[in-house]
């Protein structure tokens, strides 16, 4: 018998019993599905992670902040500047390796922002240099970013993102008409500042998809009574990086070290500390150098104390690495062993159809087929169980997706890959494999006199 003509006998015993080959391909049919879908999450999950970490600058952006003297040190406890401005310009003096410095400097916890007594529940005001643009990944679409001019002058003058403009102004409408508040005027901590800029929309790709879905849909009616949207200013579409960039305000750092924290200062003096620093580097290969660089010129401005820390992406980008390759281990372990519960089904109904057929594997071999022949055809048929419940699985995936879409949706939209699939169509195959050893040798090794002889 030769390939195809076994694959042919394959199938007629598979069409023989169908409710009976339907009920052994389940258990392939879950494991595949189960292992494209798990492969799907993790891969969106992965980009969304990536795409969070660009969105803050990458991995080039190495933030230093304040940490607790080293008990060594304990001693120059008084002595301990912290982070101030002049770190800022020895590292731009000093440390070639290093491309950009940003600095600062936040508002006190008790600060808020409102207007006509509306009030965002959270935001992240910052004063900074206008370096941070370029630090942060943001982008101005309306207006301007305020420039050295501003800051040298210490004026009132704001950009702000655009879930403190849905607060305050209004979000959005169905249509997308959007309102651009351009010198209007808001109040921090009693302080009226005027909105000289604002930055574009930050969203995860799920979540502009979703909006671009949403504006091809036809219109429902219009709802009664107040209605209040952060879908285009909240962090719920896009993950918290997007949020938190949606929820900025940027005003001069000038600015903020006069009108704020001239009240943390001692004598009327302002407080020079900035809450951190950011630093950007040329390249990743150039990461550790330029980090040693920047050490050594924060030391010298420290007076020797190391009451600063480095906290570099490339530590998130290592966490990202490690929370992936541990999901794929416990999901993937997991459609293991459902592929290995369908292949214990493969070899029991192959086990089961061997008994039924023993008088014809007799008369097979009485007539002259090899034992090769008889493993062979075993084997095949077990592997068409097998690859037909595969394919099967492969189907499956995708609706398995869609309604783990449905029933809890996540921030990361799941991508089907064609690795993934191929992959579980490979494991699908050579669970039928393993599944009809055993079958097929115990078939192989009948003899034909006592096997024509069963009733």
């Not at 799920?206 to 952060?230: D, H, M, V, Y």
């Amino acid at each position: 018998m030769n390939f195809w003509s076994a694959i042919e006998v394959g199938f007629k015993e598979i069409w023989a019993h169908k409710f009976r080959s339907l009920l052994t391909m389940l258990g392939i049919v879950l494991g595949v599905s189960s292992l494209v879908a798990m492969a799907a999450l993790v891969k969106g999950m992965e980009n969304g992670m990536k795409e969070a970490l660009i969105a803050i600058g990458g991995l080039e952006k190495v933030r230093v902040e304040e940490q607790d003297i080293p008990a060594k040190q304990r001693q120059y406890t008084d002595d301990a500047v912290g982070c101030t401005i002049n770190d800022v310009y020895a590292l731009e003096r000093s440390a070639p390796l290093v491309t950009l410095v940003e600095p600062e400097m936040r508002m006190p916890s008790y600060y808020r922002v409102t207007r006509d007594g509306k009030m965002p529940d959270w935001v992240n005001l910052i004063g900074t240099w206008p370096s941070a643009l370029e630090m942060n990944e943001h982008i101005v679409q309306y207006g301007r970013m305020f420039n050295d001019i501003d800051d040298e002058n210490a004026r009132n003058v704001c950009v702000i993102g655009t879930y403190i403009r849905d607060e305050l102004f209004g979000a959005p409408d169905e249509v997308g008409h959007e309102i651009i508040p351009l010198g209007q005027t808001i109040n921090i901590n009693g302080e009226p500042f005027r909105i000289i800029g604002m930055f574009q929309r930050y969203e995860s790709e799920r979540e502009r998809k979703q909006r671009e879905l949403q504006a091809t849909q036809p219109k429902a009616a219009p709802q009664t009574g107040p209605k209040r949207s952060r879908g285009w200013g909240g962090h719920k579409g896009g993950g918290f990086v997007f949020g938190w960039k949606n929820r900025t305000i940027y005003i001069p750092l000038n600015t903020m070290w006069l009108r704020f924290r001239a009240a943390t200062g001692t004598n009327n003096i302002p407080d020079p500390h900035l809450s951190a620093l950011n630093l950007k580097v040329a390249s990743v290969d150039e990461l550790e150098p330029a980090l040693q660089q920047a050490r050594n010129v924060l030391m010298s401005t420290h007076h020797g104390i190391e009451d600063f820390r480095f906290q570099t992406q490339e530590d998130w980008a290592q966490n990202i690495t490690s929370a992936i390759h541990h999901a794929r281990l416990s999901g993937g372990f997991i459609s293991a062993i459902s592929l290995l519960v369908g292949g214990i089904g493969i070899m029991n109904i192959m086990l089961a159809s061997i008994t039924e057929r023993i008088r014809e594997i007799g008369i097979r071999k009485a007539i002259g087929a090899t034992y090769a022949d008889v493993f062979v055809q075993i084997l095949i048929e077990s592997v068409v169980i097998a690859l037909l419940g595969g394919l099967a699985g492969l189907a499956a995936a995708y609706g398995l997706v869609y309604l783990l879409q449905t029933l809890s949706p996540t921030e990361n939209t799941p991508i089907i890959t064609f690795t993934a699939l191929g992959v579980a169509f490979l494991f699908s195959a050579g669970v039928g494999v393993l599944a009809g050893l055993v079958p097929a040798f115990k078939a192989a090794k009948l003899d034909p006199i006592q096997a024509l002889r069963y009733d």
